[in-house]
């Protein structure tokens, strides 16, 4: 296995890799659905728990858990565990179709650029880390909201304050939304332009083409039209 990554099964639709720490809008407010944390107030006061009342959260999560998906405290109060992050990319890499669900094992001190640069690197993709974003998907009063996280949120920390059920919080990594152009790099704006303008000097010779094709058709019909009788 590569760069200290494994397969967690033969079936292509889950992966399962280490983010390591070398690597280098909000939900507006409501009601969590009943008998759903509230991730938005567990997140506020996680910072503040102990290492015994993490070890608890940990515990009540471990219970919780149905795909053998555990957590781990570790002696300095840092804890391990899974996240699962949908890929819904434009141009998806040919390991991972759009839509595929993806395993990760992460640490409490991973971030989130931490984690959209293991995903890139697992999948070769060689494109800016800075054109993707890693959003969660919570649900609230019925509805379902995409809320972009920040590079420096901390994914198993709301993992663990939702609980490990993916229809109370969900990733999904997704390209930045079109117009967000200063994901890009000046030379990859200035190719940009360069292939608008081929493909403005491409339309432009079709077009003048056509029109002079049929005003050579036209003038040939009015030339017999006009041939003295």
């Known amino acids: ?52 009342e993490i070890q608890e959260k940990i515990h009540k999560y471990n219970l919780a858990v149905t795909d053998k998906l555990k957590m781990t405290l570790n002696p300095n109060g840092t804890y391990t565990g899974f996240i699962k992050v949908q890929m819904e990319l434009c141009k998806p890499p040919q390991a991972s179709p759009s839509g595929c669900m993806n395993t990760l094992h992460i640490s409490s001190t991973n971030t989130v650029g931490e984690v959209i640069e293991a995903l890139l690197k697992k999948f070769l993709v060689t494109e800016s880390p800075a054109k993707f974003a890693l959003y969660k998907r919570c649900y609230r009063e019925d509805q379902v909201y995409a809320c972009k996280l920040s590079d420096r949120e901390h994914p198993l920390h709301l993992r663990l304050a939702a609980g490990p059920r993916t229809d109370t919080l969900s990733f999904v990594l997704r390209e930045h939304e079109i117009g967000e152009w200063e994901a ?36 040939a019909a009015l030339s017999e039209v006009w041939k003295p009788g």
């Open 1 to 52: 296995m590569s760069s200290g990554y494994s397969s967690l099964e033969e079936d292509a639709e889950d992966f399962f890799f280490t983010a390591r720490t070398s690597f280098f809008k909000r939900a507006p407010p409501g009601k969590p659905r009943a008998g759903q944390p509230d991730v938005e107030k567990e997140k506020e006061t996680h910072n503040y728990l102990s290492k015994e």
């Open 184 to 219: 890009f790099s000046l030379p990859e704006l200035q190719n940009f332009l360069r292939i608008l303008d081929k493909e403005e000097d491409e339309q432009l010779y079709n077009l003048k083409r056509r029109y002079t094709a049929y005003r050579q058709k036209l003038e």
